[in-house]
Every structure is written in structure tokens, then in C-alpha cells.
């Protein structure tokens, strides 16, 4: 009788539920139940579940404060402008790579309202890989159930249809961006970096491809096992082959061992398989690019359309010379260098405390007095003699263990100390990463197991995986960012002699235009002919920069830098950060001299 009578309680109260007639407490506890907190929406089971326990906290509210709670939720009314309070209240949210808020954006999509105030929300990001989703749908949530008439949201997540560019080649027409991962130099594990990126990114929700344009050595095959390597076709196309939610493609897939042809015969035969390859809705392909800066390079990037690229480089000098010319010939196909990755950068090793030596017939000693004066032993001389050589092992002990559970690893740098900083104020590149000299990583490379999938709680899979999120946020920039804030537009007033910079802002977000005399940014030049490397000591002369110098031409190179061309022949490139500083520099420097000569007349009246 009990059971039974418990059994339609419960229906009861689950009736209630979907009838939208919760108390408010309930209902918000029912929706974030619902709500999503990744890509995955709520399952039947689990939403049953959810409502299960929710019943339960309906039984064991009194009938009295039910029928209060229901008569308050029945008659709370949503406003009638309910839409634009909740798009008000979102635009507050401020997506991090584009600097504007989702609702401008775009990204608030279906905005819904049910009978009993449960709001629902489609939240339409650029890519399903977005680093901040999560984020996204809790302050999403925060936001719209402080509000006094809303009993509850829901958010979806999805993401724009990708919009291939026109003149892409047939099996690349649902591909959302192209990544080229390249290096001017064979060796210094471009593929592994390349695989590594894939994987990263399809574990952040999206959809990746992996290109081996290496078709005189192919890596893939050996670095990526598929889970079935015959090779099938769609209709006239190829179908890749699958590892995961990965699609692979190489020359060694379908054909073993390394081409022997000419450089033309090469360029028309990854024509032909980007062309064939039904890569279907894809977010990412990542083109594996051959090393080098020569004519498949350039032919690849023009024909592609490439979005963005990154760079893979050694520690060493004639590596980074490799970078500047890697930089240069992308720039030539204005495709923006969005990161360097600094390859067996280091070698981890266990840091070691220095050895404590100690004076063991002196320590022995010491504890011998004291036992003996403490009165803590027999009479007896070798029994104490025990104790104190007990106790002087258990130093000995300690003094072995702290040594080797520290538990820190220190970095030796057996190629150089790198050229991160370079990197940052030479070409303004942002995003550089150091990857450990790890034979681990060789021995995935080798086996067929891409490092991240073998080892996905390791520190090293973890650069991988902000490497990954740092070419997310730039493709978003590049593709979604433009006109939207960020970097200024820089260019010269002849009839001033002024080099303008509007928008972009400084420390303070300061949008308004200022201007910037061209001898002064010449003398602010920080390349190796003006600035030394080590000592960051000016080489150039101030005073050999005449005030009539001008700039012949300027450009942007890549997301992060202005080139410009100077009428003294010279050629120089400014980070973005570095014409802010100036700006900032230049503001602080008026105030102060607003500030002095406010001073220096109150001052001339007190004396009058």
C-alpha cells in the first residue's frame, strides 16, 4: 500500500514537471540539469534520472508551502520584452579572440521562452573546438537565471557551417580552414608536430584532416596507424582513411615508398590529391608541408588558399634563419605565420639538490652526549653506541630521500637558450612553444601512436594542447576578426608627414586615432642591424635618422606585425605591441607635461 501510494506521488510530481507547475527552487534544478555542459546534449536516461530527483524534492515539500510556491510560479508573467533584457544581459560576454560580445557576434541563435518562463538558447560559435565553450554556457547560465522572471535556461552549442573559399578544389569545398604546418629545414620533426596537432584539436570537438604533402618521404603512414588501410573510393573520389574522428592522406597510403619525379610532376600530383579526396565536412586540415621554401611550397600555398601556418624550428641560429625565410615566403602569400613551435628545445632531467656531506664520528658523537645526559639509555656503553648509529642512519636516510623525491625537473638547453624573444619583437608572433627532447614522443612517432593519444595526461601533451588552442583563437581571428577591433590600421598622411594609427587601442583600450612621426618609428626599429641580440643595445643612431624620412610602402605581415619599407633603403617590422607601447608612451608623456605646466601656472598666479 505504501509502495503504491509512493509510486503515484511520484508520477504525480513528474506530471508537474512537465507541465512546467514547478516551485521556482525545483525548476532551476531541473534545468541545469538539463543544461549541457559540453558538446554533448543530455541524455533520455540521464534527464529521467534528473526528474527522478527532482520528484524527491517535491515529497518531501509540505503540501502548504507547495500550494504557496505554485500559486507564485502560476502567476509570475514573463515581461514583454523579455527577449531584449535577456540579449542585454548577454552582451556582457566578450569572446576573447574577436574583443566583442556574442550578441553582436551573432552567436545567440533561436532565443526561446516556454510557458513557465524556462528560457532555451542556441549558442552558433565559429568552431566547435572553441576553447572557451564551456565557459560560454555557464556565464550564459549565471547570467540569465539571475534575472527575477526566468525559472531556468538551456543552452545548445553549435557552430557555423564551414564556407570554403571559391576556387577550392572539388574535395575541399566543406573544409573550414587549412593549417600549414611547415619548416624550412627537414629533421626537426614538422610530421610529429603536425600529428600531434590534429589529435589535440579533434579531442576539443572538432572535425580534422591531416595532409601529407610530403611526397619524396611521406611520414604519415609510419607516424599514424588507420584503423583500415585499404584504400576505398566514392564514386571517383578517394575516401581518406580514418584514425578516430581523424581523416588521414598520404602518398604512402596508396602508394609504398617515396616518389621519384620532377618537381612539376609532383606539384600536378597533390593537385590531383587534394582534388580526389572526398574529405567530406571537415573544421581543420592540417597540410603536412614539405620542407623548404621552393616551388611546390609556393605553388601549395597560392593554389590552397591556406589560412594560417605555423612553424616548426630548432633552438639553434641557423634553425632561426630558417624561421625568417619560412615567415617571408608565407608573408609573399599573405598567409599570417600564427605560431612557432621550438622543437627538442630541452632535455628534462630530475633536479638534484647539491649532496649534504656530514661528519658522521662527530655526529655520532653528539648523540652519544645527549642520550647519555638525557639519561635515555643503559648504563651500558654499546648500547648506546646502537642508538646513536641508529639515529645517525636515519639522517643519512632523510637526507637520501629529500634528494630524490623533490620531485622538479630542470631544463638543460643543449642547443641554446632559443629565440622566443626574437620571435616576439622581430616578427611579433605571440604564440611560441617549447617541446622537450623526449624519446617517448620518438617512440610514438615510430610505433603508429601519435603521442597525445598514448600519453594524454603527460606536461608534453599538454603543449600540444594549448598549442592547438592558440591556432584555434588565430584562424578566428583571420577568418571572423576583421573590422571587429584589434590590431590598428597604420597609414602614412603625406601632407602632414604623419604616420596615422586609428583604432587598436592601447593599455586602456583607446580607440581614437593618433599619429606617430615616420622618423621616430624608424628610430624604434628592433631588427638585428638596429638592435643587439644580446645585450638588446640600440646599434642604430638616433641622430643618422633624418626628420624628412618617409615610408615607401607599408604593409600588414601576418595577425600580429606592420612591415614598412623606408625611403633610406632600410626595412623594418613592427610588432603591433611595440606601436601601442609607443602610443601609450607618447599619451603618458603629454599628460605629464599638461600636469607640469598646469603646476608651473598656478604657481606664476600665487606670485601675482
Same mark, same amino acid.
Request: net charge negative; hydrophobic share 35%.
Given at each position: ?8 506521488? $511520484? ?5 508537474? @514537471?512537465? /507541465?512546467?507547475?514547478?516551485?521556482? %527552487? *525545483?525548476?532551476?534544478?531541473? !534545468?541545469? &540539469? ?6 554533448? $546534449? ?5 534527464? @529521467?534520472? /534528473?526528474?527522478?530527483?527532482?520528484? %524527491? *524534492?517535491?515529497?518531501?515539500? !509540505?503540501? &502548504? ?544
Amino acid at each position: 500500500m505504501m509502495r503504491s501510494m509512493r509510486t503515484t506521488l $511520484v508520477i504525480a510530481a513528474l506530471a508537474r @514537471v512537465a /507541465s512546467g507547475f514547478v516551485p521556482r %527552487s *525545483v525548476s532551476r534544478v531541473l !534545468s541545469t &540539469s538539463y543544461a549541457p555542459q559540453s558538446n554533448a $546534449v543530455a541524455q533520455p536516461a540521464q534527464a @529521467v534520472q /534528473s526528474a527522478t530527483q527532482t520528484a %524527491s *524534492v517535491i515529497l518531501r515539500t !509540505s503540501s &502548504s508551502s507547495e500550494s504557496a510556491d505554485t500559486e507564485t510560479s502560476s502567476s509570475t508573467k514573463h515581461p514583454s520584452d523579455w527577449q531584449s533584457q535577456i540579449l542585454s544581459a548577454l552582451s556582457v560576454i566578450i569572446d576573447p579572440d574577436l574583443n566583442s560580445d556574442i550578441v553582436s557576434l551573432g552567436f545567440v541563435q533561436n532565443l526561446q521562452i516556454d510557458d513557465s518562463s524556462v528560457i532555451s538558447l542556441d549558442l552558433e560559435l565559429t568552431t566547435p573546438a572553441c576553447p572557451v565553450k564551456d565557459l560560454f554556457v555557464q556565464q550564459c547560465q549565471d547570467i540569465i537565471n539571475k534575472l527575477d522572471w526566468t525559472r531556468g535556461v538551456e543552452v545548445t552549442l553549435t557552430a557555423q557551417a564551414n564556407e570554403a573559399p571559391s576556387g577550392a578544389p572539388l574535395g575541399m569545398s566543406q573544409i573550414g580552414a587549412v593549417i600549414a604546418v611547415s619548416s624550412c629545414k627537414g629533421g626537426v620533426g614538422k610530421s610529429t608536430t603536425a600529428v600531434n596537432l590534429a589529435f589535440a584539436l579533434e579531442g576539443m570537438g572538432a572535425k580534422v584532416g591531416i595532409f601529407d604533402a610530403d611526397v619524396y618521404g611521406p611520414s604519415l603512414p609510419t607516424m599514424v596507424t588507420p584503423e583500415d588501410d585499404n584504400v576505398r573510393f566514392v564514386g571517383r573520389q578517394i575516401a581518406p582513411l580514418k584514425r578516430g574522428n581523424v581523416s588521414l592522406m598520404s602518398f604512402g597510403y596508396v602508394n609504398e615508398g617515396s616518389a621519384i619525379m620532377r618537381g612539376p610532376m609532383v606539384t600536378q600530383l597533390l593537385d590531383q590529391f587534394l582534388s580526389l579526396t572526398n574529405w567530406g565536412a571537415i573544421d581543420y586540415l592540417i597540410m603536412d608541408m614539405p620542407p623548404g621554401t621552393g616551388d611546390i611550397q609556393l605553388t601549395l600555398s597560392q593554389r590552397l588558399n591556406i589560412t594560417a601556418a605555423v612553424i616548426v624550428t630548432t633552438p639553434q641560429e641557423l634553425s632561426f634563419v630558417d624561421v625568417e625565410r619560412g615567415v617571408e615566403m608565407f608573408d609573399t602569400v599573405n598567409v599570417p605565420c600564427v605560431a612557432v613551435v621550438e622543437n627538442m628545445a630541452y632535455i628534462e632531467k630530475e633536479k638534484e639538490d647539491r649532496d649534504v656531506e656530514i661528519d658522521e664520528p662527530l655526529l655520532k658523537e653528539k648523540f652519544l652526549e645527549a642520550l647519555q645526559k638525557e639519561g635515555l639509555v643503559d648504563d651500558a656503553k654499546s648500547s648506546a653506541v646502537d642508538v646513536a648509529n641508529d639515529l645517525v642512519k636515519i639522517v643519512q636516510e632523510n637526507l637520501q630521500n629529500k634528494a630524490s623525491n623533490t620531485g622538479e625537473k630542470e631544463e638543460i638547453r643543449i642547443f641554446g637558450p632559443g629565440h622566443k624573444r626574437r620571435l616576439a619583437e622581430q616578427w611579433g608572433i605571440e604564440h611560441s612553444f617549447s617541446i622537450p627532447l623526449l624519446g617517448k614522443i620518438a617512440q610514438n612517432g615510430d610505433s603508429g601512436i601519435p603521442f597525445i593519444l598514448d600519453n594524454p595526461n603527460s606536461p608534453q601533451a599538454e603543449i600540444y594542447r594549448q598549442l592547438a588552442k592558440s591556432v584555434v583563437g588565430e584562424v578566428a581571428k583571420t577568418k571572423y576578426g576583421k573590422g571587429k577591433g584589434g590590431n590598428p590600421v597604420v597609414t602614412y598622411d603625406s601632407e602632414i608627414h604623419s604616420i596615422r594609427v586609428d583604432g587598436g587601442g592601447g593599455q586602456d583600450g583607446d580607440q581614437r586615432e593618433s599619429t606617430i612621426s615616420p622618423a621616430e618609428l624608424r628610430r624604434e626599429c628592433r631588427c638585428a642591424a638596429c638592435v643587439e641580440e644580446l645585450t638588446g643595445k640600440q646599434i642604430l643612431n638616433p641622430q643618422s635618422v633624418p626628420e624628412s624620412i618617409q615610408p615607401m610602402s607599408m604593409s600588414p605581415t601576418g595577425n600580429y606585425a606592420l612591415s614598412v619599407d623606408w625611403s633610406d633603403g632600410h626595412k623594418s617590422l613592427y610588432p603591433y605591441r611595440q606601436i601601442r607601447s609607443m602610443l601609450d608612451a607618447k599619451k603618458e608623456e603629454m599628460q605629464g607635461n599638461n600636469v607640469k605646466e598646469d603646476v608651473e601656472g598656478k604657481k606664476e598666479k600665487a606670485v601675482l
